[in-house]
């Protein structure tokens, strides 16, 4: 009976939100007809127009309702004000939603996003992006572009940096979390922010990764690949997606119909918009797809990119395309449609202002600056632990030679994209160690070198430093401005003189502990051997010394993981996990087998790759049921042993392989990964349950399809060492 009450309760429950959700959505809908039947053609054009900044003559346009967005416009006050202007001097009165890109933080910067998606941890991930939204909104903030969920497999493109690095279901993961936290439970609610899944599609796939470059890949790698992270951001809910710059294999994505048609607005039915990226429409004409900005214009909006970004290609001028039939009204009262679907979504109609007093009370609140160390700590990747030298042991310890360019650099932390990050907020790791070791431990500072200028002028002070003391530690890398848009690289080796300056200091034989910053994999094969250990810190943000000074003295162990492989040498580029077996694997006793003669084909390290100070044992890998059908679980199971003598956590991983099908498959797909905890001796085991249909690949005719036959099982701590085992899919009789 109390089972039976309980149910009813939750079932009403259910259908009132249901139904509470639905009606909301039908009054939205009314609403936006009414309006849109009250609008001029030129007001209809100008909801589609976004502007960056203001001046008088962007505020005179929003009085005639001209423009439907601004960007980078920052400040409650200064947003509040041209607010006014949309609201009360505008015919119709309708408000402007304002975007930024809030990328990895607003003013409490976090991690960048490469960096963050190596903790696997997707609460924490959420939780900075919900702070990051409630930072931007106080500010007067209704709208970020993030996140960026572009695949890259070339770490020579700098918009690595932003993204969550090659993986489809990792990023799948990381882009739900991160569309949960902007968002939150309600766009209403002001201090969340619309999210903007970007940039679709494909812009990592530039050839030779250099930036705005063509791609050019197949259907089956579109859908496997790079569209898996927009999918899982349309079902988060993610309001908008921004179309990219690049072309696919002959069609620019910002003039894409089969892109944004047919698979986001069609297959997907997406009921967001879609903004243009900076004057993608515009172009158009240098992809030498459009004559004009108006033919621009025309295809950007026939394709189904509804906001124009700063490319002045929506304009009046349409209209008269509109009047001999090239162009269908339809399309633009659909664009129309959607943006004021999302104005009344964010509740921007009934609350168009901020509390201008929220920026204060919000702006770095201390627990904001407590995630952005917690989420450090679990970006940062050990890659090299020789001899045990870390974690630093502080009673054995007199004297720490810190050298490079970035020990005490306060720019480099902050990254690419740092929104409204100050220098003043940052920790350099000279200050982190500072914090940790007080009066304990002598520090000797020495610059060394540069990061791009070649002077070795300041070498021998770095070697006379190294010389006094009993550790080295090597902070080095790139410059923040070395990673992110326009940012794209040939040369991978650490820049400048830095190798050089490894190599002179390691002549003085003291242990090197090189602290790595940079947004992207950099090839380390030259210097490898010449340092003790190694510790990738990318740019952590605020607290990005803090943290490392956390991991260096072993107050938190290292938990991290690369979610991009590392590669020994540009040549190998592109190298990634999941690649296909090819007809002739590599066999190294094998000549006519793929490979290099110069090289071997490994990376230096493997995706999922990442040290501890203590050892994890994996064994027992089980499955509860070897034969299934397309509509089972797959459930698997694992004992992880912490064999150390300090607790830590292990980031699980499970990948795939379909062993045969119609057609070819990589040889390991991550389908599931974990976090643990584990106390020293604790064992735990760890199980996964996946749907079996999530195995699945697109069959020669592009149907997804779960093919029936073997598939490998291998669960492991890295994408390399793993254990195995074998499930068949059988057919449904
Ligand atoms: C970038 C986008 C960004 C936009 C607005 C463009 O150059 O490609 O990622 O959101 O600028 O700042």
Do not use: A, V
């Given at each position: 009976m109390k089972f039976i009450s309980k149910f009813l309760f939750t079932l009403t429950l259910v259908i009132t939100v249901v139904l509470g959700q639905h009606l909301k959505d039908v009054e939205i809908e009314a609403k936006v007809n009414e309006l849109l039947h009250q609008m001029t053609f030129a007001e209809k054009v100008g909801q589609m127009t976004q502007f960056s900044g203001t001046n008088k003559r962007y505020e005179q346009m929003i009085r005639e309702g001209k423009i439907g967005s601004l960007l980078n416009v920052i400040g409650a006050e200064v947003n509040n004000r041209i607010q006014k202007i949309a609201v009360e001097e505008s015919r119709l009165g309708i408000p402007l939603v304002i975007g930024l890109d809030v990328i990895h933080g607003y003013r409490t910067i976090f991690p960048i996003p490469l960096a963050a998606s190596a903790s696997w941890d997707t609460v924490l991930i959420r939780k900075a992006a919900e702070i990051a939204a409630k930072e931007a909104a106080s500010a007067g903030i209704h709208w970020t572009f993030a996140p960026m969920v572009d695949i890259a497999r070339d770490p020579r493109w700098g918009r690595i940096a932003e993204g969550a690095g090659e993986d489809p279901f990792l990023g799948s993961a990381m882009t739900r979390a991160q569309v949960l936290g902007f968002q939150g439970k309600s766009l209403a609610d002001p201090l969340t922010l619309l999210a903007c899944g970007k940039h679709f599609v494909a812009y990592g796939g530039a050839e030779g990764g250099r930036d705005y470059n063509t791609v050019d890949i197949s259907e089956r790698t579109l859908r496997e690949i790079y569209l898996p992270p927009f999918k899982a951001a349309v079902d988060a809910g993610v309001g908008t997606l921004m179309s990219a710059f690049n072309e696919i294999s002959g069609v620019p994505t910002s003039a894409n119909q089969f892109t944004l048609r047919k698979i986001l607005k069609g297959e997907w039915g997406f009921d967001g918009f879609v903004v243009s990226d900076w004057n993608s429409i515009g172009e158009l004409v240098a992809h030498g797809i459009a004559k004009d900005r108006l033919e621009a214009g025309v295809k950007g909006l026939t394709a189904g990119v509804d906001m124009d970004m700063e490319g002045r290609c929506y304009t009046t001028d349409m209209e008269a395309l509109v009047a001999d039939g090239t162009l269908s009204d339809g399309l633009i009262e659909d664009a129309v449609r959607r943006i004021l679907r999302m104005k009344f979504k964010l509740g921007l109609f009934e609350h168009p202002y901020i509390d201008e007093n929220l920026q204060k009370k919000l702006i770095l609140h201390q627990d904001h600056i407590q995630t952005a160390l917690e989420l450090a700590r679990e970006s940062i990747v050990l890659l090299k632990n020789e001899k045990d030298v870390l974690p630093l042991n502080r009673k054995e310890l007199n004297t720490i030679a810190l050298i490079g360019p970035l020990a005490d650099d306060k720019d480099a932390p902050l990254g690419t994209w740092r929104c409204q990050g100050k220098q003043e907020d940052v920790v350099t790791v000279y200050e982190g160690l500072k914090n940790k070791f007080g009066d304990d431990v002598k520090i000797i500072y020495a610059k060394g070198c540069d990061v791009k200028n070649n002077s070795r002028s300041e070498f021998n002070k770095a070697i006379k430093a190294a010389r006094k003391a009993d550790v080295v530690v090597m902070v080095m890398g790139e410059s923040a401005d070395m990673s992110g848009e326009a940012a794209s690289r040939a040369d991978l080796n650490l820049p400048g003189v830095q190798a050089e300056l490894i190599n002179a200091i390691a002549e003085t034989n003291k242990p090197i502990v090189l602290v790595l910053m940079n947004g992207r994999p950099i090839t380390l094969s030259n210097i490898e051997s010449k340092v003790t250990a190694i510790v990738e810190s990318w740019h952590l943000g605020i607290q990005h010394g803090n943290a490392v000074a956390n991991v260096l003295t072993g107050d938190y162990n290292p938990s991290g993981k690369l979610t991009v492989t590392f590669p020994r040498s540009v040549g190998q580029i592109p190298i990634y996990y999941n690649h296909k077996s090819s007809?002739?694997?590599?066999?190294?006793?094998?000549?006519?087998?793929?490979?290099?003669i110069d090289l071997p084909s490994s990376p230096l390290y493997p995706f999922g790759y990442g040290l501890s100070y203590t050892e994890f044992r994996y064994t027992g890998i089980e499955v509860e049921n070897n034969r299934l059908l397309s509509t089972d679980e797959l459930v698997v199971s694992v004992n992880v042993k912490n064999t150390g003598k300090r607790g830590g956590d292990e980031v699980v991983q499970l990948y795939i392989r379909d062993m045969v099908g119609s057609v070819t498959r990589p040889v390991k797909e991550l389908k599931g990964f974990q976090r643990v905890a584990l106390e020293a001796g604790e064992q735990k085991t760890v199980q996964f349950q996946i749907p079996v249909r999530n195995l699945g690949a697109y069959d020669l005719d592009m149907n997804y399809t779960v093919e029936p036959g073997e598939f490998g099982i291998m669960v492991g701590g890295n994408s390399v060492n793993v254990l195995t085992t074998t499930v068949e899919v059988v057919r449904l009789k």
């Open positions: 007809g002739r694997p590599n066999n190294p006793s094998d000549k006519f087998t793929s490979k290099y």
